[in-house]
């Protein structure tokens, strides 16, 4: 997803992730005002019937939209970052409502269970899922509680019939493709053993870590989960942890949120830093290439020690073996952390 047309079209959909902080003026009051008519408007049509008193439904938009119970997203936009990966922006029941997930934790988004092309299967393989109605899959935001009214979730889009190791396609992705503005999809949250505090903090089940410098190796859409830490700690001005990443695909295309990373490697040279390897390298490309390897590990992530903590994302074969590496580098077990 870089070198090309197709990385100006993201930079254009994601904007500016740090953009200057406006100054108050009459346009702000104004907005501010529009934003408690509508939720007023929506209160009365939603809450006509029930006897509901507007006190109690204004507590309510205080609360985070997310509280383990089943709840509907509702599409408002789909924005092209590649041909197959996108920025799915939902709406949550009013503008001025927080999404309220935790940094480090996760939502799961719910959809009609599909049937493979060979009864019992999906991408040539048994279906595990092949007696459920429903499945369901975790993702983590790109947006942070900071934004109201909204959440974006970055998905890469596995169509039927496009990759011949995988003919089925994506279950969960291909359903969403199929959604348009106005569509509604089931969510709960939020879930996760790992909760980023601030200041290097981290709390994993009732376990808290301090630490200075964080690595982390993401593959694929494992990313996501980084790219909310990663967000959380730049754009906290007192959080001087130091974060190195290693970012592994398959090719340079499959490169999620390229150009944010190195925006934010740009803006923030002492605090961050990040390297990237794919599997099918270009002729011009000038980072690493091939599976995530020991030599990668010692040239980015910090140096194993007691400000240390590692973090991993991805396929479950790319997890055990980046473990098992880790290891042998010297890293305690007790500080390589699996999303």
């Known amino acids: 997803m870089q070198g090309s047309a197709a990385e100006a079209d993201r930079g254009a959909a994601f904007g500016s992730l740090f953009p200057p902080r406006p100054e108050p003026s009459l346009l702000l009051s104004v907005v501010a005002a529009v934003t408690v008519l509508v939720c007023a408007l929506h209160w009365m ?41 996108f920025k799915f922006r939902f709406r949550l029941e009013c503008p001025s409502q927080s999404l309220g997930l935790p940094v480090g934790k996760h939502l799961k988004l719910f959809a009609p269970a599909p049937k493979g092309t060979v009864p019992g299967h999906w991408n040539k393989v048994p279906d595990t899922e092949a007696d459920l109605v429903e499945i369901e899959r975790k993702y983590t935001p790109i947006t942070g509680d900071e934004v109201k009214g909204y959440v ?12 011949a190791q995988f003919p089925d396609g994506g279950k969960m992705s291909q359903y969403l493709d199929s959604l348009h503005p106005g569509d509604q999809v089931d969510v709960m ?6 909760e980023y505090l601030g200041n290097g903090e981290f709390q994993v089940n009732r376990r808290v870590l301090k630490k200075k410098h964080i690595g982390m190796v993401a593959g694929g859409t494992g990313v996501t989960p980084m790219f909310q830490l990663l967000s959380s700690i ?3 001005g007192g959080d001087k942890t130091t974060v190195s990443l290693l970012f592994a695909n398959r ?3 499959d490169i999620l949120l390229r150009d944010e990373l190195e925006e934010m490697r740009e803006q923030y040279p002492d605090q961050f830093e990040c390297a990237f390897t794919v599997d099918v390298p270009s002729p011009t490309w000038r980072y690493f290439s ?7 590990l010692k040239k980015v992530m910090p140096p194993p020690s007691s400000d240390t903590a590692i973090l991993l994302c991805g396929a479950p074969p790319m997890v055990r073996s980046c473990s098992e590496q880790l290891a042998k580098l010297g890293y305690a077990k007790e500080d390589v952390l699996e999303f």
């Open 251 to 253: 090719t340079e295309e």
């Open 152 to 163: 974006d979730l970055v998905i890469k889009v596995y169509r039927k019939g496009e990759l």
């Open 189 to 194: 949250g939020p879930f996760g053993l790992i």
């Open 45 to 85: 049509l939603k809450n006509r019937a029930s006897g509901k008193s507007f006190f109690l439904w204004s507590a309510e938009l205080a609360t985070p939209f997310l509280d383990k119970s089943r709840k509907k997203l509702v599409l408002v936009d789909k924005i092209t970052i590649s041909p197959n990966t």
């Open 234 to 236: 730049l754009r906290t």
């Open 290 to 296: 091939g599976f995530v390897n020991e030599e990668m």
